[in-house]
């Protein structure tokens, strides 16, 4: 009959119905989940963001007045080495990014410069030569003065290149905040002229890694190597 059909239509309807709010409760609780993780992923990483200007910015007010001296030689293969290095000034920044309705520690910056007072001079008799010498300062960052000796017959016979024995150590750390959370560090000249990077999981950070941390900043070997994911000879 037409009732008997009506009914049957209405029940499959129903049931259509209710396995796509079932879905629909499904994917809002999945959605619920993620966007709970990553709320707390978010709030991990500022934790430790936060943790570590903290400590940073009290580690270079104790090292302007110590004063130490880096251990590290500074070596510019086939030119020559920077050693004896003490350290000069330092500054550290920050920069904050908005989430939501909050602002988070999106980045922090800061230098170490490592300084005698000293100069290394460098010679070179050929022009290719001393484009190689100028490329090599260029590349990482060393201040330098160029000077060019007339010959006997007014040619250009020397390029002398004054090194100032200044190195700066510059380092970026950025907050990551997908999977997980990390802490992504690039460091210019720290173990050696050159930059690398790391990658350290949120989660890592506390007070014994930060310390390892400081030991690599002021040139000692420690336990931070592990996390290093990227090895680049050249400037950032």
Do not use: C
Request: charged share 25%; net charge neutral.
């Amino acid at each position: 009959s037409i009732l008997s059909i009506h009914a049957i239509s209405t029940e499959t309807t129903m049931g259509l119905l209710d396995d796509l709010k079932k879905q629909a409760e499904q994917v809002k609780s999945q959605q619920l989940s993620a966007q709970s993780l990553q709320d707390d992923t978010v709030r991990l990483v500022e934790e430790k963001m936060r943790q570590t200007f903290g400590y940073v910015n009290d580690l270079l007010k104790q090292l302007a007045v110590l004063k130490p001296v880096n251990p590290l030689v500074f070596s510019l293969p086939g030119l020559g080495d920077l050693n004896d290095l003490g350290f000069a000034e330092s500054f550290v920044d920050y920069r904050r990014t908005r989430i939501g309705d909050r602002e988070y520690l999106d980045l922090i910056s800061f230098f170490i410069k490592w300084g005698s007072g000293q100069t290394m001079v460098i010679d070179r008799d050929m022009p290719a030569a001393a484009q190689k010498v100028r490329d090599a300062l260029f590349a990482h960052g060393l201040r330098f003065q160029e000077e060019e000796m007339k010959g006997q017959r007014g040619t250009t016979g020397i390029w002398r290149f004054t090194v100032q024995a200044n190195v700066v150590s510059d380092v970026v750390i950025r907050a990551e905040r997908e999977k997980g959370g990390m802490l992504v560090i690039t460091g210019k000249n720290l173990e050696r002229l050159g930059t690398d990077a790391f990658a350290i999981p949120a989660a890592d950070v506390n007070e014994v890694l930060l310390e390892e941390f400081a030991r690599i900043l002021l040139g000692h070997p420690g336990a931070f190597r592990k996390y290093r994911t990227v090895v680049a000879v050249g400037p950032r």
